[in-house]
């Protein structure tokens, strides 16, 4: 029992501590932009690939290979946006189809290198090794991944508020007119704002899947669907709300899936019973002011 | 006549805003009234207060003596009451015959337009507002003179008692101006009650017999446009740059 | 009222078929239908009607349900990423009603179809709260949810399971001509009332909803209502062409009949061929299914999606109005030329 408390309370942790990252980048993305990335599930699945791949070619370069590695999916996130997003911004269903037609294209490209079987990048930990704490051993690259997190969640916020970039990003996200009289190039800040989206992601995904496994090219919609139930939750362009509605879904999750028959096939539907419950409930999530649009 | 429309201390906030304030007033049938206040005084938020799109904090909006606080937009259209929008909308791949038409099947447009049918009734409306020959085509095209009638011909189509027009003349070249005076005009002596606000005093000066003043979400003065133009608070709240009658 | 449209259109009937053929659009569908019609008499090859001719089934299906999908999100403006739930719903009940209930395939078809109908309902309301590409989400993650559920191995006394039902009963005839024409008719049913509902009065009031909500809320519709009807509505068409892929396959599992990429399908067919165009989702659907079959023919099968994916991204980056409009313009251009007009 106790052990199925630790348990539940690590991996809820865990969990939040990805789903939060994730839906940050995700979050900001929209806040800013109004712009509904599909593509951005297939960055955090792509990490997972490269990465494996990568080790194959460059044997014993982990930590090189993870920074060129995030370089990468970072340079993708803003090729995304000028290449397809930008030109079609005007239309919500244009951006909406061709991000997903990108998430498609990733997933369809690595199924064909990569088969569908699931692949373990078990040995590409930059930390392995387990620490005990009252009786529950954990995983030391787990135990860096939360604490990275935490950290990242801490430089973001104090990213978005003090520097100068991260003013311009409020400025846009608040009224985009008005920042463009300001002087604001909203383009570059909305090309900034993806980057730093798929940045956040790869590095969840280059640190928290090694650990755990690569299920397939399709886990990307999977990821995509958390992210958005979290969102949905914390409420839409809340930043503050990605990180609590994160760990909130991380622990609903991990609660599911440890303490309820059949649990971990259910975990994978909590998300999407949570988008449902609060769509019904509070459409505007638990920090959201603004109502859906 | 008696009273169309009573709106008892109707208070809306945003967050610590307060945009509208205790704000009461009563409109008879049949009167042609004004709604003034500088920019952010609340005007909007009063018309979408009445039309449903928002629902008040406190306070409650009567029309014919039934009850219409917080109903649904569409609701309160059934109910008799239409309005238009400041910043124009308008079903941009829609032709503007079938833009008044989707009004004419509301169910008062329904009715109104029972013995001459759907697309008949909204040519007649079209004609009315002076967009007939203009039937088959999507408002993209449009001067902005021409879309500030579709939007009126669409409030028409739902064939109101209680016309809401915001802003009609904004961004209006004087000549535009002149025939949207000349309809609206036209329209109240058909019988319709018709409500609209501006920040401009002296457009609606020559207009409406009657004129309400707010600012900062307050009541500030209701009576003809001279007292109002005279009103000491009314003046000031027009400071800041003469606007009232620029 | 509607009533009195139908009960219009029906007695303008004749006239109106006679102005209808025509035009150059009319004309140029009379030639399609005709062709269609003609098709499955021109051979008798076992390879022809067995294979050839089954991709033609295909298509059709699949036109239907591309079509279905357009009517929800080019017609009424509601992006949905999860038709496969239609789709797939239909499919099942399809397939369980002949399998375990011994239906007749008619009405299993029939039953399949309202299955989705309801499933329009339910999944139409609580997504009516979201917007956009709000809804392009939450539409994908109900499929999700579905296809999680059908999946799962301790529900798989009721759902089936991973290996989904199978049955050489769940078909519309063992032989492909009947079922070519069969299908062919529930197309052209399809497609007539598809195309007439998004020209008649009631799809003026959807397309008003996807134009501009508010102002369709300010016109006295009642929008809730009107984009629920989309909803079931779109369901229908795409229950009518889920019932019928799964008499196609004779059987249904969760990936095949609920994965995203059928959904995927739907939205590519309908996007390639032309948003709103209706008649585009036909064009998409055979140009998909008949590149597909060259590529399996050609031994590239495992790039078919990629090439799929690539070709809507394309698309949807570099024309608006799909390839079935520039493709129109080219053929009435010939036609008038050819009538010295
Ligand atoms: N949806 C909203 N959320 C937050 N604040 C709002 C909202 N709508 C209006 N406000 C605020 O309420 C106040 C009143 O706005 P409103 O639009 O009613 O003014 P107005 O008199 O119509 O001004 P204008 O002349 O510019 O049209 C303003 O300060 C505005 O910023
Ligand atoms: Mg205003």
Known sequence: MIEDIMNMLFNGILNGAVLALISLGYSLVYGVGGI????????????????????????????????????????????????????????????????????FLIEQWILIVSGTTSASINDYVLFPGTTEFLGYSMFNQYIFFIIASLVIVSLFALFISKSKLGKSIRAVSQDREAAVLMGINANRVLLYTVMISAFLAAIAASLYLPGAALTGPGMGWTYLTSSFAVIILGGMGSLVGSVVGGYIMGFVTSFTSIFLPNGPSWAHVVPLIVILIVLIIRPRGLFGKKKLR | MGTILEVKNLTKKYGGLTAVNDFSFEIKRGEFIGLIGPNGAGKTTVFNLISGFEKPNSGSIRFDGMNITGLRPYKIVNKGIARTFQLVRSFKFLTLLQNVSVACQSKRGREASKSAGIDAHASSILAAVGLVDKARIPPVVLPHGDLRKLQIGKALGTNPELLLLDEPFSGLTHEEQQTLTDLILKLHDDGLTIFMTGHVLRELMNLVPRVIAMHQGKFIVDGPPKEVANNKIVLEAYLGGGEAFA | MLKNEIEEKVKQFPTYLKSWVKTFLGGLTLFCIISLIALPFLSQNQNFTHVFLRQFTLAMIFSIFAASWDLLTGISGQISFGHAIFFGIAGYICAY?????????????????????????????????????????????????????????????????????????????????????????????????????????????????????????????????????????????????????????????????????????????????????????????????????????????????????????????????????????????????????
Not at chain 3, 266 to 279: D, K, N, V, Y
Not at chain 3, 307 to 336: C, N, T, Y
């Open chain 1, 36 to 103: 509904m990335n599909m593509a951005h599930g297939a960055y955090f699945m792509l990490t997972g690939y490269l990465l494996l791949w990568g080790m194959r070619i460059f044997p014993g370069m982990l930590f090189l290979t993870v920074i060129f590695v995030i370089i990468i999916i970072t340079i993708i996130g803003g090729l995304t946006y000028i290449l397809l997003i930008k030109p079609l911004q005007d239309t919500h269903v244009g951006v909406v189809l061709i991000t997903f037609g990108l998430a």
């Open chain 3, 97 to 341: 009603l002949i399998s375990y209930q011994n239906f007749p395939p008619w009405i299993a078809i029939f039953i399949g179809a309202i299955g989705a109908v309801f499933f329009g309902l339910i999944i139409g309301i609580p997504c009516l709260r979201l917007r956009g590409p709000y809804l392009a989400l939450g539409t994908l993650a109900f499929s999700l949810v579905l296809l999680k559920l059908f999946l799962m191995g301790s529900l798989s006394d009721v759902l089936f399971g991973s290996e989904g039902i199978s049955d050489y009963r769940i078909q519309i005839s063992d032989n492909p001509v009947v079922e070519y024409i069969i299908i062919l008719m529930f197309m052209i049913v399809s497609f007539i009332t598809i195309i007439q509902v998004s020209k008649s009065k009631f799809g003026t009031i959807l397309k008003s909803i996807r134009d501009d909500e508010v102002s369709a809320d300010a016109s006295g519709i009642n929008t809730t209502r009107f984009k629920v009807y989309a909803f079931m509505l779109s369901a229908l068409f795409a229950g009518i062409a889920g019932a019928c892929y799964a008499t196609y396959v004779g059987a249904v599992n969760p990936t095949g009949n609920f994965g995203a990429t059928i959904s995927f399908y739907a939205i590519l067919m309908a996007s390639l061929g032309g948003l709103t165009t209706i008649r585009g989702s036909a064009l998409g659907a055979f140009f998909f299914i008949f590149l597909e079959y060259s590529l399996i023919v050609a031994g590239a099968e495992i790039y078919v999606n990629l090439i799929f994916a690539l070709i809507l991204i394309v698309v949807v980056r570099f024309s608006e109005h799909g390839i079935l409009k520039p493709i129109l313009e080219r053929i009435k251009d010939l036609w008038d030329l050819l009538l010295g007009r």
